[in-house]
């Protein structure tokens, strides 16, 4: 007896299989046409390591919609947010991005992905043309590189460069006064990690000639024991050390560095630090860490920044991230455009906003602008200040100066063949 | 039934038209299915449903190549996702940094990843189980370790940046929604075919053979480690292709594609389907990208959900969906036979 295998259960299978796609894929299609409310879709990661971050753009940006839908909503229309978890794949990001618009009907785009997420989110803004604001990417190359410029695409993040050469002058500034010539580097071993670190020192030299750099340590991104490098560290016996660690990295490794007491023999420079996700979470923070501002209620120190951190911590029990304050920013450069086009239609929206000057609580005179000729979001507070170890954290910051940030931002633009 | 059963043969001339005629058929049914998916943009708008059928066509490729080193041959490979990885690079990478014609830059990535798998694959199929799956893994690390550190080349864990340019040849622009889908559908039914032809061949009943008995078919005079190389290197043009199918949909490439999480999505749509049929992961890839875009429309916590259908299915059915069919459906016809 032989029998061949039977074509027909792989055949009906696969059959049911296909019209249960077709079915599963089609229900959610919902008639869009001249819907009043409008629906902004937002790609973002809520779950691995950095879900704490993605939940807190979409508190940020929940606590936003509510006072635009208050105020009468996005020229007339109210808004409806739909946000899905991208888990931190740019495949899975690209492909949530298209199933938010050619499925779920978003007429316009938050995307608050990080990192290659962002890279993968705008190349879909591209093909569909979708107007979009990308909200937590920092890397500098999303808006600076002219390749990547679309004209429905704009960024409300802080840009690495700018954070560079604030910090790289900040620094070299305590340098001099202290006379600190030998550095130390310590930060993850990933594009962001190397880019910033170099762009930092780039910086430092040039403003601080006679510093040099005596030790370089990369650890790997994640990494749960710090040691090695502690100790590597501490043999160079360096004056300062800089690192961009951040979050769960950098508050390990400053628990783990409390034991060798090496925050009393070196000046440390922490970028990431004056995060409320770093400052809360580590147990003995260190008097005089120098940090750059994340996002901090107390900088810039006005009355409606005050505000703005503590209704957030009152709605949702924690302290706004650096990406809240980012998102959020999308969202007022949003309402305020749509309501000067008086259209919620993306092409209009994006007209008005190249340029556009707002009022905005995280600005470094109280308004922030889109930049018109590389759609990026310049004019937010930047500065530096050192750590205590408790409220309000950072209580002095020392504000970058907008105008050397834009004369050095040209140049660098410059040397990387982008002008 | 097994495949040797089914294989066995009483005389040369009736297994000679036998194999013909289950090729025309194979045929048959690979020009239907590609009927059908190509008109499918007639009957619906749904840009959603051709998105879906692009990734399936990304995957399904790459899981079913997966299926004939581990279904086939017996070779479970912790590191196939590196071939994804390395077909979106090298595709991505071409077209950006020489800008031919798109076929021109698919053959040079089909013959770039059949170098790099020849000297992977002399070195891994030496080895068995265990073993073998942790050196694909560590040569999977090690390509994407590369991806990572060599920032200037391949963009770093930024990916590569500003889209992948897609001139039009012969007519077909695939920065058209549509003509991306016809093509992609295309590239899998062909795909499924050559690989189904392998497995039915001659060389598929020696890889079989040399699961169930590697020391027999060594005696028979089969020369093991070539084989096992040959459908290594065969199994990785599969992935590539399936990698350069995921790059033209999202237009980049990014490391993550060439992340052992990739590798394990694979084992896990295998595990899903089934490998003892040829269909059972193009059937696990449906499954699990249905499971994932619905899942995730509804909750953040996808985790969980997707962790207690492994459970159900190892636990359960201790089988893939298609295994479970099939048995069942030979279960049933056996006892009807009884009767």
Redesign the interface.
């Known amino acids: 007896m032989?029998?061949?295998?039977?074509?027909g259960?792989?055949?009906r299978?696969?059959l049911a299989?296909?019209g249960?796609?077709?079915m599963?894929?089609?229900a959610?299609?919902v008639a869009r046409a001249q819907a009043k409310t409008i629906k902004i879709g937002m790609p973002t990661i809520?779950?691995g390591r950095v879900?704490q971050l993605g939940t807190s753009s979409r508190n940020a940006v929940m606590l936003e919609i509510e006072k635009v839908n208050a105020a009468g909503g996005l020229a007339g229309r109210q808004i409806e947010m739909v946000i899905?978890?991208s888990?931190g794949?740019?495949?899975?990001a690209?492909?949530?991005a298209?199933?938010l618009v050619?499925?779920d009907g978003c007429e316009l785009m938050i995307d608050a992905e990080a990192?290659?997420g962002a890279?993968?989110v705008h190349?879909v803004a591209?093909?569909l043309g979708v107007f979009c604001i990308h909200t937590n990417s920092e890397?500098s190359?999303l808006t600076a590189?002219p390749?990547?410029h679309i004209p429905n695409a704009f960024r409300t993040a802080r840009q690495g460069v700018h954070d560079s050469i604030v910090g790289g002058s900040y620094a070299a500034a305590i340098a001099k006064a202290k006379g600190l010539k030998k550095w130390a580097t310590c930060s993850p071993d990933?594009?962001?990690g190397?880019d910033t670190t170099a762009e930092f020192t780039l910086y430092l030299k040039r403003f601080a000639p006679d510093v040099e750099i005596i030790s370089e340590s990369w650890p790997k991104l994640f990494q749960p024991d710090y040691t090695e490098v502690v100790t590597k560290i501490l043999q160079a016996k360096p004056q300062a050390l800089y690192s961009c660690l951040w979050g769960g990295d950098l508050t390990s490794y400053i628990d783990q560095a409390n034991i060798y007491a090496m925050f009393g023999q070196m000046e440390v420079f922490a970028v990431n630090m004056a995060d409320y996700t770093a400052l809360t979470v580590v147990k003995n923070l260190p008097k005089g860490i120098h940090s750059g501002n994340r996002y901090i209620k107390t900088f810039p120190t006005t009355p409606e920044n005050a505000a703005w951190g503590d209704a957030y911590k009152a709605k949702f029990n924690e302290y706004p991230t650096n990406w809240s304050w980012e998102n959020a920013t999308a969202i007022m450069l949003m309402a305020e455009a749509a309501k000067k086009a008086n259209s919620a239609d993306g092409k209009k929206i994006a007209e008005v906003l190249k340029g556009l000057t707002i009022k905005c609580p995280f600005g470094a005179d109280g308004t922030v602008t889109m930049r018109g000729d590389d759609h990026t979001l310049v004019g937010y507070a930047i500065g530096w200040g050192t750590t205590i170890p408790q409220e309000p954290y950072v209580p002095e910051v020392k504000a970058g100066d907008w105008k050397t940030i834009f004369e050095l931002e040209a140049e660098w633009k410059k040397s990387k063949g982008y002008t | 039934?097994t495949?040797l059963?089914?294989g066995?043969a009483q005389t040369l001339v009736p297994v000679r038209s036998?194999a013909a005629l289950?090729r025309y058929?194979d045929v048959l049914?690979a020009l239907i299915a590609f009927a059908v998916l190509a008109s499918l943009p007639l009957f619906?708008g749904?840009?959603?449903?051709l998105?879906?059928v692009i990734?399936c066509s990304a995957y399904g490729l790459f899981a079913t190549s997966l299926n004939l080193l581990v279904g086939y041959t017996g070779l479970i490979s912790f590191g196939h996702g590196m071939f994804f990885g390395l077909g979106a690079y090298s595709f991505g990478l071409i077209m950006q940094k020489l800008g031919v014609p798109i076929p021109m830059a698919f053959v040079t990535t089909l013959a770039i990843t059949t170098v790099v798998a020849a000297i992977i694959g002399a070195i891994c199929v030496r080895l068995k189980e265990i073993y073998f799956a942790f050196v694909t893994l560590a040569f999977q690390m090690l390509i994407h370790s590369t991806i990572?550190s060599w920032?200037s080349f391949t963009g770093?864990?930024?990916?590569l940046?500003?889209?992948i340019p897609r001139p039009v040849f012969l007519g077909i622009d695939l920065?058209n929604h549509v003509h991306l889908y016809v093509t992609s559908c295309a590239l899998l039914i062909l795909g499924l075919l050559a690989m189904r032809q392998i497995a039915q061949s001659p060389f598929g009943y020696t890889l079989r053979m040399i699961r169930d008995n590697a020391a027999r078919a060594s005696f028979l005079g089969i020369d093991v480690w070539r084989a096992k190389l040959a459908v290594f290197v065969l199994a990785a043009l599969f992935a590539s292709m399936g990698g350069m199918v995921?790059a033209l949909?999202?237009?980049?490439a990014?490391?993550?594609?060439a992340y052992w999480t990739i590798s394990g999505e694979a084992i896990f749509i295998n595990m899903l389907g089934g490998v003892s049929?040829?269909?059972g992961p193009?059937?696990g890839t449906?499954?699990l990208l249905?499971l994932n875009?619905?899942v995730?429309?509804f909750t953040?916590?996808?985790?969980i959900v997707l962790g207690i259908v492994i459970l159900f299915f190892a636990l359960g059915l201790r089988k893939g969906?298609?295994d479970f069919?099939?048995d069942w459906?030979a279960h049933r016809r056996e006892t009807g036979e009884g009767r």
């Open positions: 032989t029998r061949t295998r039977m074509p259960i792989s055949r299978s696969t299989l296909m249960a796609g077709t599963s894929v089609a959610p299609w809520l779950s879900a899905r978890d888990k794949q740019p495949q899975e690209a492909r949530v298209r199933e050619n499925t990192s290659s890279f993968a190349e591209r093909d890397t190359a590189d390749k990547q990933y594009a962001y190397r | 039934m495949e059963e089914a066995r036998a289950q058929r049914i619906t749904s840009k959603a449903l998105d879906f990734r990572l920032a770093g864990d930024q990916g940046r500003g889209g920065s995921m949909f999202v237009s980049g990014y490391p993550e594609f049929t040829f269909l193009m059937v449906v499954l249905l875009d619905t995730t429309r953040e916590y996808h985790g969906l298609l069919a099939a459906f």
